[in-house]
């Protein structure tokens, strides 16, 4: 079982900055995909920004220049450092790792952590 923990999410003001943390714990035999995915209520859930087995990253037009995500593998994290931060950004922030786990392919999913910008 693949155990995820947000961190990091609060109240600013646009132009504001914020970093995302995940923590991931549990047997994880290889990982296809970390990502980040914000949904905010009544809307479905949309990719933020991903990191791929080989290392690639996609960040989604809307946040592009302004968020950037990262890993570090030594401690089981990943992160989103997101910059210039506007109203439109409001959403609960949700970790992703689509992961083999015990020869079974899973998607693992945290939490959430809210992140609201006031303009």
């Known amino acids: 079982q693949v155990h995820l923990v947000e961190s990091g999410g609060g109240l600013v003001q646009a132009g504001d900055s914020l970093k995302l943390s995940c923590a991931a714990s549990?047997?994880?035999?290889?990982?296809?995909?970390l990502g980040w995915y914000r949904q905010v209520p009544g809307q479905q859930r949309e990719m933020v920004a991903n990191i791929a087995s080989g290392g690639s990253t996609n960040v989604a037009d809307s946040v592009k220049g302004r968020f950037a995500i990262s890993r570090d593998n030594a401690k089981n994290m990943l992160y989103l450092q997101m910059n210039n931060l506007k109203p439109e950004d409001t959403a609960v922030y949700y970790c992703?790792?689509?992961?083999?786990?015990?020869?079974?392919?899973?998607?693992?999913w945290g939490q959430g952590t809210q992140v609201t910008v006031s303009s």
């Open positions: 992703n790792i689509n992961a083999l786990v015990y020869s079974r392919r899973s998607n693992n």
């Open positions: 549990g047997r994880i035999d290889f990982i296809y995909s």
